[in-house]
């Protein structure tokens, strides 16, 4: 049976969005994003990782979606641009079970609406975690 769980998490400083397709030059919160995880060893994708109550889903942009875990930044990165996720969007994810996984589908929620966007599906996680 499945669920729909609301992760509520605006989309922080890092909610860059870019609104057309991955042509376009990186925003500025792209890049800040892109300077936080430099330097960083990433890990073999995985299919899932564990819902953690404290840990809230943020958008980066459009085919970018973040779960800081402690030391670990695991990231997300859509197939294809989901319209609806942008910053300040509230993020719904679709869950099946305990952990976000592969093909789980997620929406953002504009503030002040009442539709959210479409539902676009999740890819493999990669972890990215400073050695030492």
Same mark, same amino acid.
Request: charged share 20%; net charge neutral.
């Given at each position: 049976?499945?669920?729909?769980?609301?992760?509520?998490?605006?989309?922080?400083?890092?909610?860059?969005?870019?609104? $057309?397709?991955?042509?376009? =030059?990186?925003? !500025? &919160?792209?890049?800040?994003?892109? %300077?936080?995880?430099? $330097?960083?060893?990433?890990?073999?994708?995985?299919?899932?990782?564990?819902?953690?109550?404290?840990?809230?889903?943020?958008?980066? &942009?459009? %085919?970018?979606?973040?779960? !800081?875990?402690?030391?670990?930044?695991? @990231?997300? *990165?859509?197939?294809? &641009?989901?319209? #609806?996720?942008? +910053?300040? =969007?509230?993020?719904?994810?679709? @869950?099946? /079970? #305990?952990?976000?996984? !592969?093909?789980?589908? @997620?929406? $953002?929620?504009? +503030?002040?609406?009442?539709?959210? /966007?479409?539902?676009?599906?999740?890819? &493999?996680?990669?972890?990215? %975690? *400073?050695?030492?």
């Amino acid at each position: 049976m499945k669920s729909l769980l609301p992760i509520i998490g605006t989309a922080l400083a890092l909610g860059g969005c870019a609104a $057309g397709s991955s042509d376009t =030059a990186p925003t !500025r &919160d792209q890049e800040a994003f892109s %300077r936080e995880i430099a $330097g960083l060893t990433a890990s073999e994708p995985q299919s899932c990782i564990p819902v953690e109550q404290n840990e809230a889903l943020t958008i980066v &942009d459009t %085919r970018t979606v973040v779960r !800081r875990s402690g030391r670990t930044i695991w @990231v997300n *990165r859509l197939k294809a &641009d989901c319209p #609806g996720l942008r +910053p300040l =969007a509230t993020l719904i994810v679709e @869950v099946h /079970g #305990g952990q976000y996984c !592969r093909g789980d589908r @997620v929406r $953002g929620l504009d +503030p002040g609406s009442t539709i959210p /966007g479409p539902q676009c599906p999740l890819g &493999d996680w990669t972890g990215y %975690r *400073r050695e030492g």
